[in-house]
């Protein structure tokens, strides 16, 4: 639910900073099962960002969003 959040936000052109606190959380937590949620199907590919991307954006790529 909390990506979903950021992808109301873009959808609406409203503001779509998340909590920085949780997308670090996600982020590191996710990282190690990409395999393992890619092969879930309910995550496309990882869209490929600068290394030197904030969390926020790595986050969002990680998901398959376009940041």
Do not use: K, N
Not at 4 to 16: F, L, M, N, P
Not at 33 to 50: H, I, K, N, T
């Amino acid at each position: 639910m909390f990506i979903h959040t950021w992808d109301v936000a873009r959808a609406t052109g409203q503001d779509e900073t998340l909590d920085p606190g949780v997308v670090h959380d996600l982020l590191i937590g996710m990282e190690p099962l990409d395999e393992m949620l890619r092969a879930s199907g309910q995550y496309g590919r990882r869209v490929e960002v600068p290394a030197a991307a904030d969390e926020q954006t790595r986050l969002i790529a990680f998901t398959g969003r376009r940041p």
